[in-house]
């Protein structure tokens, strides 16, 4: 037995409409919730405050308030570039589902009038949205020159060479269901059949069974291999890299007794689960990770207090595939561990992969803070135009103008300077924890 004394869910978007990225870059398109996927991560958060904030549950922390949040125990981050808005819809969902409606949600005026919440009671939490403008900690692989030579590695080993070639059948048996989409395991066609089966009756109607898990299974490897890498350090793990940091700075501040937090909820799409499976190996032990996490999946660490008499401070990691996964909560180990990791020993072999501030960002990816690569893009195309004389040279000149008056809007809106954490944190005053 042991104390929970704070948890960190990480937990994937709910259910959306088709999702785009481009094959090379992973520049994201638009895409809109629907009324499946927020009811899902509603139902999330309604296990979520089944496990954490009911008394008799064996995670139970007693020191969360339940009925009322305590915005103060409570941090909620939620990622804010490619599905951005499906991502703050599903943390919105998320915590209605944990922090619900309540008829205490009320306040007495000094007239002696009682003014009630509205819906009953409905609870504000706040909610930060992480602009990758502005903290590259919850989407690090766009705009990276780096990853961008990852993935084109990937594309030409022979790995991919090879499941190409078996992929072949499949790829000319689905040509009629796919509407002239490319047609190649660059091109993820999977995300564009799921949708049209789950939305389109006629389409569902229509599609061989088989087609559907063979498309799930295509796009598992591909995004297996695009967002890990063979060493912890690596940028194909620079998705996990960046949350990685928010999972420490999180667990220090949970630690010690001047900080409240109690609750980090992280809100993000599914690319940080592959890579944080492979970079504390805990596909070692799940090889059946190695994919795409469901809709709705979220990976909970507890923070534990050891019982007598070792009263350590432990780690439990624990994760569910989706609402409607049959396992339910699976326990998981890091590092190949078959039992809660004690804290200063997670520490100690994770963060050394941590990315711990845009400006480490900007030299993994091979990038120069400040100078995205749209702006080389544009910096490129006003040297041609310089070439092709006096008209080119206006032009430089107008795009010159425009850059710069971009970077003064980005000063005006106040970026973190590039040394600084993604996450702030301060020293505070050790929750008693033994070594």
């Not at 409607?324 to 990791?341: E, K, M, N, S």
């Not at 711990?356 to 080389?376: D, I, L, M």
Request: glycine share 8%; hydrophobic share 40%; proline share 6%.
């Amino acid at each position: 037995m042991s104390t929970v004394l704070g948890v960190i869910v990480i937990a994937r978007n709910g259910d959306r409409r088709e999702f785009n990225q481009d094959p090379k870059t992973y520049a994201p398109s638009l895409t809109d919730s629907t009324a499946l996927g927020v009811s899902d991560l509603h139902g999330l958060g309604k296990q979520l405050r089944s496990t954490y904030l009911t008394p008799g549950s064996a995670s139970y922390i007693s020191s969360l308030s339940s009925d009322i949040a305590d915005t103060q125990q409570i941090k909620v981050r939620a990622k804010a570039g490619g599905e951005g808005s499906v991502v703050f819809d599903s943390a919105i969902a998320l915590l209605q589902g944990l922090f619900p409606p309540n008829s205490k949600n009320k306040i007495t005026l000094a007239n002696g009038e009682v003014v009630s919440a509205p819906l009953g009671g409905y609870q504000y939490v706040p909610l930060e949205t992480v602009e990758p403008g502005n903290d590259r900690s919850m989407e690090s692989w766009t705009d990276c020159p780096a990853f961008q030579k990852h993935v084109a590695a990937f594309h030409d080993s022979d790995a991919f060479k090879a499941k190409a070639k078996d992929a072949a059948p499949f790829f000319q048996d689905i040509k009629d269901y796919v509407f002239g989409r490319p047609t190649t395991l660059e091109n993820i066609i999977y995300d564009f059949m799921n949708t049209q089966l789950t939305y389109n009756q006629t389409y569902a109607y229509r599609l061989p069974p088989t087609l559907i898990d063979q498309a799930r299974a295509l796009a598992d490897f591909h995004e297996d291999g695009v967002f890990s890498d063979a060493e912890a350090n690596g940028v194909g793990n620079v998705a996990g890299r960046t949350l990685l940091h928010t999972i420490l700075s999180s667990l220090e501040r949970i630690t010690f007794n001047d900080d409240p937090l109690q609750f980090m909820l992280v809100q993000t799409t599914y690319q940080p689960f592959i890579s944080l499976f492979h970079q504390t190996e805990i596909t070692k032990d799940h090889p059946e990770l190695k994919a795409i996490p469901n809709f709705g999946a979220a990976l909970a660490i507890e923070l534990r207090r050891g019982s007598p008499p070792d009263l350590r401070d432990f780690l439990r990691f624990k994760f569910k595939n989706g609402t409607a996964d049959p396992q339910d909560w699976r326990l998981i180990y890091p590092f190949g561990g078959h039992a809660d990791i004690p804290l200063t020993e997670f520490i100690y072999r994770a963060e050394g992969s941590a990315i711990t501030s845009n400006k480490q960002w900007a030299q993994v990816c091979g990038v120069k803070p400040g100078f995205s690569a749209a702006a080389r893009q544009v910096a490129g195309q006003n040297a041609v135009q310089f070439s092709l004389g006096a008209m080119g040279f206006f032009v430089l000149f107008v795009a010159a103008i425009f850059l710069t008056r971009k970077v003064r809007a980005k000063k005006y809106i106040h970026l973190p300077e590039d040394d600084v954490e993604t996450v702030q944190t301060a020293p505070r005053m050790e929750k008693g924890r033994l070594l």
